[in-house]
C-alpha cells in the first residue's frame, strides 16, 4: 500500500515491530527510533519528572516563608492560628506560644507550627463585637 514511498524512509520510521525495509522482522526491526514502547515510556518518564519539579519547586519557595515567619515570632506581635483565633503573643519558649486574646487578655498556649500568620494590622475585637486599637 506504501509502497511508492522511499525504502530508506520506512526503515527509519517503522516502530511497530513489522518487516522492515531491509527485510528484517521482529521487534530488532525498528529503525532508528526502535520499539514505539519504549520511546513512549522515555517520553513519559521525562514529562513526570518535569511535572515533579515544577510542583515541588513554588512548595519548596512556600515552606521556607511559612518555616522563617514562625521562627520570627516575637512578644508584642499580633498573630492568626490556623483555628482563626486572633492574639497577641506574650511569650515564646522553643515550640510553645503564649498569647492573650480578647479584651479580657485570656492567655492561650499554642504550638509554634499552629500560627498561621502574622497580622499587621494591631486592632482587637471586643466582647461588643466593635474593633478598637491596641496601643
Known sequence: MLDFLNPVFLSL???NGTESASGETGPGAGGL?????SWLLIIMLVVMVGLFFVMSIP?????KKVKEMLASIKPGDRVRTIGGIYGTVTSVKDDV?????GPDKVRLVFARGA???IEDAPVEAT???DVKDVK
Request: hydrophobic share 35%; charged share 20%; net charge positive.
Open 127 to 129: 466582647i461588643d463585637g
Open 115 to 117: 500560627i498561621a500568620t
Open 59 to 63: 512548595q519548596r519557595k512556600r515552606e
Open 97 to 101: 506560644i503564649t498569647m492573650s486574646v
Open 13 to 15: 520510521i517503522n516502530c
Open 33 to 37: 527510533f526502535g520499539n514505539s514502547s
